[in-house]
């Protein structure tokens, strides 16, 4: 998964439309896919990611399989969408599931693995 989330990495900071989006935000998530943790900042406009963290803080949280991450991450789904669907479970208020929806369909990751591979 920590593939297809610098994949992401690089591909929001090429994405001109969503980088006003980013710009006060200061938000921090838990991606956690096959038993591993891996927290998502969003500051300022920046992305950062950090590896090994603990996975008991208390801060919004997307869990589910690779395959569902995947689709989130490249934009191929909505995360509210899989979370309905059971393939991915968000814990976090509507406010903050909303923009982390807007930040990852909006980047269409997938575009860009094209390139990079």
Known sequence: MIDVLKTFQIAIKQQGHVLPLLEHI?????L???QKAIQI???D????ILHDREENQAIPE???DLKAMKQL???KERLRALDRNGQLSISAP???TLLLESIFYLTKAQEDFAKII
């Open 94 to 96: 509507l406010r903050t």
């Open 26 to 30: 200061n938000l921090r998530a838990n």
């Open 41 to 43: 900042i969003i500051k």
């Open 45 to 48: 406009g920046e992305f950062f």
């Open 62 to 64: 997307i869990r589910g």
């Open 32 to 34: 956690v896919c096959e």
């Open 73 to 75: 991450l490249e934009g």
